[in-house]
């Protein structure tokens, strides 16, 4: 490695592990790309290696960004809020208007800083590493008898704090002028907290000797190991495909949610597998990518919450009398709900002149939460569905670039009935729930070539 540089990476990627990424994910639960090109063209990375943040698109692309450095930071603004009809469920704060809900997530400012470095070995080989950080942060008032302060036996606020890192150290080699193929080692860690749902305890959702390990306000943290494969082939010279596969990654159970979380607190990242095309015609490229993320196979995450149209019998997995393994926390226990989901990228780039490059993009992805699935969802609502970015670079000099982009997240609001209505009335068979969120980021990235 040059010694110049070896210093700065170490550095670099101590800074990116140490500083809270904490963000809304505005596809599902992970962010469209990394890095400032990728993300102006929304999300681009499959197929198109820019810079040494696409290896975390494509680990394969280590061998096609040459030998640099890239290191960045995103200002990441997430807008949510959630309404219930206050007409069921009252607000008993009555400085708040009912037509207002329960309002707004009070943290919407989130800072996104992101690295990588990539270098050739040798004619074939090249090795390369990326930094990158995705999670989300959801803080609620819930005055008594709102979200899930059932007869004030919760606090007044309710939120759940999710971050998650991937370190991808990445090995890429070059089989002949036509094709190249990779693979990253993914080094995962994460932390959580929720607060507010102290009331699940009290009302016996869990299993009782995790009945303590709901709500907290403390962090806990997991661990995990995992793989990324990834090749690129030209079939012709202005055609590029690409495909990458990431297996599901295990992580460390979370033991101080044991009593939350599906299967005694494990949340493991769900698989993932993606195919992209690029075509360059002169100075202009040309993406578009496909991605699926398999979020039911991961219980926590894919088992469903409760059953509106029937509050006496929560649980849709376990119909009548629930048993451990249906109750919170077990193997059955109930969870957020979500489908798998399909992701389509397209974007574009054009070099304007020998120093500015111009991007944009579009990346869409239906929502993964059903209508009857809002409850749960209350605390993570990831509606976002379609977003357009815009980027730019400037080659300041040829060792040096400054590349920029924006992304706008346009609202989308899901609503659908609630099983929690006030004691006496029937269940909600309309909607009285509504979740939603609209987002915006703008962001920097330094690349330096050596």
Not at 95 to 121: D, K, N, V
Not at 247 to 273: C, K
Not at 289 to 316: L, R, T
Request: proline share 5%.
């Amino acid at each position: 490695m040059n010694k110049k540089f070896s210093g700065l990476l170490s550095a670099s990627i101590a800074a990116a592990l140490l500083t809270p990424s904490v963000a809304h994910a505005t596809m599902g639960m992970d962010l469209i790309g990394f890095g400032a090109k990728s993300r102006g063209m929304g999300g681009i990375g499959v197929a198109y290696a820019q810079d040494t943040l696409s290896i975390s698109n494509n680990p394969a692309n280590a061998a096609k960004v040459g030998n640099r450095f890239d290191i960045g930071m995103e200002i990441f603004h997430p807008e949510m809020g959630v309404t219930h009809d206050s007409s069921l469920l009252p607000i008993n704060d009555e400085s708040e208007p009912a037509s207002i809900g329960l309002g707004e997530s009070r943290y919407e400012w989130f800072p996104m800083p992101f690295m990588g470095y990539a270098e050739e070995l040798n004619d074939d080989l090249s090795w390369g590493v990326a930094v990158v950080g995705t999670g989300l942060v959801t803080s609620y008032r819930q005055p008594e008898n709102t979200f899930y302060n059932f007869e004030g036996k919760a606090g007044d606020k309710t939120g759940v704090y999710l971050i998650r890192m991937l370190f991808l150290p990445s090995i890429a080699y070059e089989v002949n002028d036509d094709v190249t193929v990779g693979a990253s080692l993914v080094v995962a860690a994460q932390g959580f907290k929720a607060r507010g749902l102290e009331a699940f305890e009290e009302l016996g959702f869990s299993a009782p000797s995790d009945t303590d390990k709901i709500s907290h306000n403390q962090w806990d943290t997991g661990y995990g190991l995992g793989f990324r494969l990834g090749a690129l082939w030209n079939p012709i010279d202005e055609v590029t495909l690409g495909l990458n596969y990431s297996p599901r990654v295990n992580m460390s159970e979370f033991d101080d949610y044991s009593g939350l979380f599906a299967e005694q607190g494990d949340f493991d990242i769900a698989e993932e597998y993606s195919f992209g095309i690029n075509v360059n015609l002169k100075n202009i490229n040309i993406s578009l990518e496909i991605q699926q993320v398999n979020y039911s196979d991961v219980k926590s995450i894919g088992n469903p919450g409760p059953n509106a149209a029937d509050p006496s019998d929560f649980n849709p997995l376990c119909p009548g009398v629930d048993t451990p393994d249906c109750l919170l926390g077990g193997d059955k226990g109930m969870g957020f709900g979500w489908t798998d989901q399909t992701r389509i990228r397209l974007g574009g780039d054009f070099q304007y002149s020998d120093k500015l490059t111009l991007r944009a993009g579009w990346a869409y992805a239906e929502a993964p939460i059903e209508k009857d699935q809002v409850l749960f969802n209350f605390l993570a609502p990831a509606t976002t569905e379609n977003n357009l970015t815009f980027g730019a670079s400037y080659q300041y000099s040829p060792t040096m670039e400054i590349s920029v982009n924006y992304l706008h997240g346009f609202e989308n609001v899901i609503s659908g009935p609630t099983a929690f209505t006030p004691e006496g009335q029937a269940p909600v068979e309309n909607a009285n729930g509504s979740i939603g969120m609209v987002q915006n980021a703008i962001g920097a990235m330094l690349g330096m070539k050596f």
